[in-house]
């Protein structure tokens, strides 16, 4: 991946919550994918949680190239990203990017934010973070799903992208070169 014309595709971890991104009704998925995700060790890649910044130049890679640009169910992609030892970026990573690109938004530089630089890589951009899953949905129907950063018309969403569904191969999932 190229550099900006400053050089500067390194972002700053942030703080996420569920709460403020999602909606009251949004946590994290406790326990196996098999249960109801209220009880267990949270789903999570502790190693992102670790991470204070995130240079997208150097140490990042857009997907496994044994998984190519195939479409997959959700669950299949995330344990073939867990299998590969690579660190999952999660929530924090996403909020670093949302923060970057908003506070160079505010001095009219959006497009000097590294999220529109990677959505220049390719058109209908979207990315999705597998390093937590999330628990969302009603109480009696709960949906494990990972966080997604989407471009709209205008601006940048967050959302969510369920793990019971498929994953187009042409969405990003950033995961890290380095693997600890």
């Known amino acids: 991946m190229k550099k900006t014309h400053n ?15 999602m909606g009251a009704h949004w946590t994290w998925w406790n326990g196996p994918s098999h249960g109801n995700g ?8 502790p190693r ?11 140490e990042v890679d857009f997907s496994l190239p044994a998984l190519g640009d195939k479409s997959m169910l959700g669950e299949v992609k995330l344990n073939a990203l867990r299998s590969s030892g690579c660190i999952l970026y999660g929530v924090n990573v996403a ?27 390719r058109p209908g951009f979207r990315i999705d973070f597998f390093g937590n899953v999330l628990r969302g949905g009603s109480p009696s129907r709960p949906c494990r799903a990972v966080l997604r950063l989407f471009r709209g018309s ?27």
């Not at 009880?39 to 999570?44: A, D, F, I």
């Open 7 to 21: 050089g500067d595709l390194v972002i700053k971890t942030a703080h996420f919550s569920i709460r403020d991104y």
């Open 38 to 45: 209220l009880n267990g060790v949270p789903e999570h890649d």
């Open 48 to 58: 992102s949680f670790r991470l204070v910044e995130v240079d997208f130049a150097e």
């Open 95 to 121: 909020a670093g990017l949302l923060e970057d690109y908003r506070l160079k938004r505010q001095h009219r530089l959006a497009k000097a934010s590294v999220l529109e630089h990677l959505a220049q890589s």
């Open 154 to 180: 205008e601006d940048w969403h967050v959302g969510f992208a369920p793990l019971n569904q498929i994953f187009n191969g042409h969405d990003l999932t950033v995961i890290s070169k380095i693997r600890l």
